[in-house]
């Protein structure tokens, strides 16, 4: 069974573009979240989307957003890219519709922005 | 706010030494609480959970106890292994939510 796939791996910007991430999920999973990971903050929760819809959105500027589409895959958007979101962005998928789920996490997407 | 408070890591010991990470949370309720692992190179895994007070967590050879009286759920390891090496994450969650919260992670680092 493929594991939740996350596109691009690896990925170098500059100031002021934008870069959208995907994000596919184990098959059967319909909750897809996603996750800023940086040394010194860990983990911090961007949103959650389930069936199309955001349930759920963490505390970050409106250049982050994302949408998730009728086959459960997903997109994450930063647009105007400033050097602090130069971070690991992890998607996690899950097929319990539960706080007490467990999260399958993708590898991640590094993204540099310089 | 809600949050979660892991020790600073990185975390040295010998091999088949006893491993303790501290986790402690703030929570205005009962959240059911979470220990992932990120090994080297690959994503987050649970590694055990539990859902309510006085529940316990365990999956290979790990245990954590839900403390609702002192808000803590420590990781602990009677004997580490070299593959245990990796950045451990304590985590909470509410019903309704949909979100989990992470502590920053501890790194364990096991010498042979």
């Given amino acids: 069974k493929a594991g939740v796939?996350?596109?691009?791996?690896?990925?170098?910007?500059?100031?002021?573009?934008?870069?959208?991430?995907?994000?596919?999920?184990?098959?059967?999973?319909?909750?897809?979240?996603?996750?800023?990971?940086?040394?010194?903050?860990?983990?911090q929760f961007l949103f959650e989307y389930f069936s199309e819809t955001q349930r759920n959105k963490g505390n970050f500027p409106g250049r982050f957003s994302g949408?998730?589409?009728?086959?459960?895959?997903?997109?994450m958007n930063v647009s105007t890219l400033e050097l602090g979101d130069s971070a690991l962005y992890l998607?996690?998928?899950?097929?319990?519709?539960?706080?007490?789920?467990?999260?399958?996490?993708?590898?991640?997407s590094r993204l540099t922005v310089l | 706010?809600?949050?979660?408070?892991?020790?600073?890591?990185p975390v040295t010991l010998s091999e088949e030494a006893f491993l303790t990470i501290n986790c402690t949370y703030t929570?205005?309720?009962?959240?059911?609480?979470f220990w992932y692992v990120q090994y080297p190179g690959e994503g987050l895994q649970l590694l055990l959970k539990a859902t309510k007070a006085d529940?316990?967590?365990?999956?290979?050879?790990?245990e954590a106890t839900y403390r609702k009286e002192t808000t803590s759920f420590h990781l602990e390891k009677g004997s580490v292994q070299v593959s245990d090496s990796a950045v451990y994450f304590c985590a909470l969650s509410f019903s309704g939510t949909y979100k989990y919260i992470f502590g920053t992670g501890t790194r364990l680092k096991v010498l042979a």
Avoid at chain 1, 67 to 75: M, P
Avoid at chain 1, 91 to 108: N, V
Avoid at chain 2, 1 to 9: K, L
Avoid at chain 2, 55 to 62: E, H, I, L, V, W
């Fill in chain 2, 55 to 62: 529940d316990k967590g365990s999956n290979k050879g790990f």
């Fill in chain 2, 1 to 9: 706010g809600d949050s979660v408070t892991q020790m600073e890591g």
């Fill in chain 2, 27 to 33: 929570a205005t309720g009962y959240p059911s609480l």
């Fill in chain 1, 5 to 43: 796939t996350q596109t691009p791996r690896y990925l170098i910007k500059t100031r002021g573009q934008q870069v959208t991430l995907s994000c596919s999920p184990i098959s059967g999973h319909r909750s897809v979240s996603w996750y800023q990971q940086t040394p010194g903050q860990g983990l």
């Fill in chain 1, 91 to 108: 998607c996690a998928s899950s097929l319990a519709d539960s706080h007490t789920g467990e999260l399958f996490f993708g590898e991640g």
């Fill in chain 1, 67 to 75: 949408r998730q589409f009728s086959n459960s895959r997903s997109e």
